[in-house]
């Protein structure tokens, strides 16, 4: 098993905090949003939703409710999704919006580039008001390979820049004939980070999973720190059974590779599908995960769907588990593995770097 470490480690992801306060805390969830999970990227839709003028989709990213629409010039573009007079949601869900984001509450609309432009009774009740000044809150969207994200902080760092190195060794990956083809959204009772902390962990794989992922071979395990996302790849122990996309490399084809977009964005290949999945805090001890699934066009959906639950939930059992003995006044954080638990080590320092740099 080899591993490269590129980011000096530090220590806990809050300095000066007991280590049960990381998971139940609802004052440092609110911390982990304010200072990174509403400064992050994160997965919200595919480019297929968003193709025609007038298509929205909206998300939630960290607090911040989000509306993408294309413009009728084409561009893809991002907001808040609050209009500005009383912070109502102006849409809800995917669809087609038409001309304008119009408000249900007192019917204000915004053009699809995001300027206020009509206001019901606005020379009686709002004499002299500046359409102007209220335009709605940008925020910041990109396109990968297909998928569309977007980010609550209008001056955050390019979404390329973000994915880095990490995208760039995805892409030839990503370059075939992939589609979404599934997607499936889970409620999980545990803290956000738990889960994250769980896809970087490589000491539970001979354990949690020793029959769901058995046919590989833990212990030629690869992984490596790019900046602050993570990469990995193993290898089957028998890979002429694995068969896969014909434009990948053998490596790519026949084994299996786990991947983090930090801070909360998990993905898996194989040669048969990419997936993604999201942590997105609820409360302290409870976490949404979306999972997306790309594949072939006329790929088994369903039996793929079915060969990542095998996974994903024991992944899910052992971090509910886990949050239930962390929540405990008893819990303390023992030593960690030297080298399979190090990805938590360097998950840590980039979560310490963010909230508290």
Same mark, same amino acid.
């Given at each position: ?19 049960? $306060? ?14 990174? %999970? ?13 193709? =025609? ?9 960290g ?9 009728? $010039? ?12 009383? #912070?109502?949601p ?14 249900? /509450? ?23 008001? $500046? ?71 490589? /000491?539970? %794989? ?20 790019? #900046? $602050? ?14 068969? #896969? ?6 490596? =790519? ?9 930090f ?9 048969? /599908? ?7 805090p ?19 959906? =369903?039996?793929?769907?079915a ?42 320092a ?6 508290h #740099?």
């Amino acid at each position: 098993m080899t591993s490269t470490i590129d980011r000096a480690e530090a220590g806990p992801p809050h300095p000066g905090s007991e280590p049960r $306060d990381w998971y139940t805390s609802t004052a440092l969830l609110e911390l982990e949003r304010r200072r990174l %999970l509403d400064r992050s990227w994160s997965l919200v839709g595919i480019a297929e939703e968003v193709a =025609e003028p007038g298509a929205f989709l909206t998300a939630t990213v960290g607090a911040s409710p989000l509306v993408v629409v294309r413009g009728r $010039d084409q561009v893809l573009r991002a907001f808040h999704n609050l209009c500005r007079h009383r #912070g109502v949601p102006l849409l809800e869900g995917s669809g087609r919006c038409g001309r304008f984001l119009t408000c249900p /509450y007192h019917q204000w609309s915004y053009e699809l580039a995001g300027n206020l432009v009509r206001v019901p009774q606005a020379e009686i009740q709002f004499p002299g008001l $500046d359409t102007s000044e209220w335009g709605l809150h940008p925020a910041a969207v990109g396109e990968w390979q297909g998928m569309v994200f977007a980010n609550p902080d209008p001056g955050a760092p390019s979404l390329a820049s973000s994915l880095g190195e990490l995208g760039s060794r995805l892409d030839h990956f990503l370059s075939g004939p992939l589609v979404q083809v599934a997607t499936v959204e889970y409620t999980v009772a545990c803290n956000w980070k738990l889960l994250v902390e769980n896809h970087v962990d490589v /000491y539970h %794989l001979w354990f949690v999973h020793s029959r769901s992922l058995g046919m590989y071979d833990h212990s030629q395990f690869h992984w490596e720190l790019l #900046g $602050d996302n993570w990469w990995s790849l193993e290898p089957r122990k028998d890979p002429d059974a694995a068969g #896969g996309f014909e434009w990948l490399d053998p490596a =790519e084809r026949d084994g299996i590779g786990a991947y983090l977009l930090f801070p909360n964005l998990m993905l898996v290949t194989t040669g048969h /599908y990419f997936a993604s999945y999201d942590a997105t805090p609820l409360a302290p001890d409870l976490t949404r995960l979306i999972l997306r699934v790309r594949s072939r066009p006329d790929a088994d959906a =369903e039996g793929l769907v079915a060969s990542i639950r095998s996974f994903m939930a024991e992944d899910v059992t052992i971090c509910e588990r886990l949050q239930r003995g962390v929540s405990s006044s008893w819990f303390g954080l023992g030593p960690l593995a030297g080298s399979h638990e190090r990805p938590i080590h360097a998950f840590h320092a980039a979560l310490a770097r963010a909230c508290h #740099g």
